[in-house]
């Protein structure tokens, strides 16, 4: 940390909160949708999440910012499921819940776009979609027609992708955008209580990308919150309520949308 | 808002359903890994028949005993095919299905010789075979359940469990019965419906058709089988959407371990005895014909059809040069450059169209 080069940057406006020391945080006014309590995740004897708390409200969108490595992308597969904590406590709707594989964190309403994308190139664009949630008939043989059908709807409405117009065409062929649109898609289609959003519009189009903003802030109106990865601070305060910073796994900035300005947030991401 | 988005979704999807039936066929050839070995399939039959034709005395291919011992030989490396195929779209490998297969013969045979199941005895039981392959099937899906639980619980390739499975069953073979042949004659109906012909069709290529239908349904239009396909081809999206790949590839192993047992008691009826070393290098067969057929080695990639032509291909090689009665490492040395060529072609056809 160097403090000339951020005097130069802000000369005017010091920190709030001493850098790279974990803070409390804000605590959540009523029961969050879900809520994340000390939560620790070991890797062997590297520590990527170290005593963090999190949550999520109602009709809100929280912003989950921090550097390269600061544990982002591991706090969202915590709280999807796939990578469950090593210690600490989960609260859905104030309910303490054991979610350590994925069919619980989708029992609870919960929907992830992956910043990895989770598509299999192998197959199509409908048995992505569908993948572990195929429409079946009697004894599990799927109805193909109607997955078919889904997927046209969906990909023409959800998010708009550019020139995709074959559902049955094999994902290893579509572009890294077409690929991204897809695997929102996907999320978008299944969402109920809360849509996580890791890094979603690192490839898409301008374009799209307003588009997916745009289509967050609405969900709110729906009721379904959700929380947002972003390495672009300005797409975060277009969208976001509140914000949290991240760094070696810990929280070390959290603020309402109305309390901080950008300088202040950008402030705490470059500074950790 | 996006609605005119869907509706041009919609138009090309109708226009692609509305093309006339040989542009779809083009399609399929170009799209498909199993157009390719289609065409070729074709092609060599097409020469095989002609040549039939114009040289009646010599190349005797279209005689129905030829024919009939064609089918008759395709069904035991097709049978185990389909579940080493299966095995291989969800992204694993099993070596130990050759081994498997003659060792559980011997189990079969084994028992049902000692309930009185040989067709010699005074009173011989016709239940006792059926006893015995429901036992070996049995044992044969709980030994790829085994070999999955060792590969998935301690992470290592299945390539190295079954390798080691391979020389383990083999050697209980010659531990649980020795080196020499053993007869296996069972009794009625079971002869008949593991081994009986109707003119040139063997039964055993009639259980291996009912399989063949069997898997496509399971693979190409039940859950399990997309979930086959979203292991073998991507493990961690499948886990990170909540489908258990540990699950999905133990049933595999036990279907493959199934095949294994069900491929080696249909040989043993037709036969009436089995040889110990009697599966040695089938795995590799089976492997071979899969890949022929447009199966992936790294998983998620595949067809029934596919395994069914490769397989095909690969005998109808082997019968041709029968009849042209040439040596028979000749065989080896064509299915050999027969699979390079396959690969080849699959991979030149994939890059031309990415
Ligand atoms: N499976 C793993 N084993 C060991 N370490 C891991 C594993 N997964 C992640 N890490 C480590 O945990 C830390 C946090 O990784 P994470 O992917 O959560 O970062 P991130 O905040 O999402 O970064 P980015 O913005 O680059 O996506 C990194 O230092 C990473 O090396
Ligand atoms: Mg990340």
Known sequence: ?272 | MSNSQADHIRRAVAERAGRTFPAKVADWIRDRPEGGIAVMFCIAQILCIAGALMFPGEFRYLLPANIAVTLKSIAPLGIMALGVGILMIAGEYDLSVGAQYSFLAIVCATVSNQLLGDISEEHASAAAPFIAMALVLTIGALIGVFHALITLRFNIPSFITTLGGMLLWKGATLLYHGASALRFKPTEPFRTIFGGEIGVIHASIIWFSLFAIAFYFLLHHHRLGNHFYAVGGNRNAAVAIGIDPARTKIIAFAIAGFMAAFSGVVAATRVGSIQPGGGLGMELQAIAACVIGGLALNGGRGSILGIVLGTALVFTIQDVLLLLRAPAFYFEMFVGSLIVIAVVLNTAIRRSKA
């Open chain 1, 1 to 272: 940390m160097s403090e000339p080069r951020h005097a130069l940057r802000h000369p005017q406006k010091p920190a709030h909160i001493p850098v790279d020391r974990p803070t409390e945080g804000i605590r959540p006014e009523e029961t969050p949708l879900y809520e994340a309590r000390k939560i620790v995740k070991r890797y062997g004897s590297f520590v990527a999440l170290n005593n963090m708390d999190f949550h999520i409200g109602r009709n809100e969108v929280v912003g989950l910012l921090g550097d390269n490595g600061a544990g982002k992308s591991t706090l969202v597969r915590m709280i999807s499921g796939i990578n469950p904590p090593t210690s600490g406590e989960v609260f859905i709707n104030g309910k303490k819940t054991d979610i350590r594989t994925r069919a619980e964190s989708e029992a609870s309403g919960i929907e992830t776009i992956y910043q990895d994308i989770a598509l299999v190139d192998s197959m199509s664009i409908t048995r992505n979609i569908f993948m572990g949630r195929e429409i079946t008939g009697r004894f599990g043989f799927m109805d193909h027609r109607k997955m078919e059908e889904v997927t046209i709807d969906i990909l023409g409405s959800a998010v708009q992708i550019s020139g995709i117009d074959d559902p049955r065409k094999e994902v290893g062929f579509l572009s890294g955008g077409q690929k991204q649109a897809v695997a929102i898609a996907r999320a978008v289609h299944f969402k109920r209580n809360i849509l996580l959003l890791d890094e979603p519009t690192s490839a898409l189009s301008v374009r799209e990308t307003e588009h997916l903003l745009g289509y967050v802030r609405d969900l709110k109106k729906e009721g379904t919150s959700s929380v947002l990865v972003t390495h672009n601070l300005y797409h975060a305060f277009m969208v976001c309520d509140r914000f949290v910073v991240m760094s070696h796994g810990a929280k070390v900035f959290e603020a309402r949308k109305e309390d901080t300005t950008i300088e202040e947030v950008t402030d705490h991401v470059i500074r950790t």
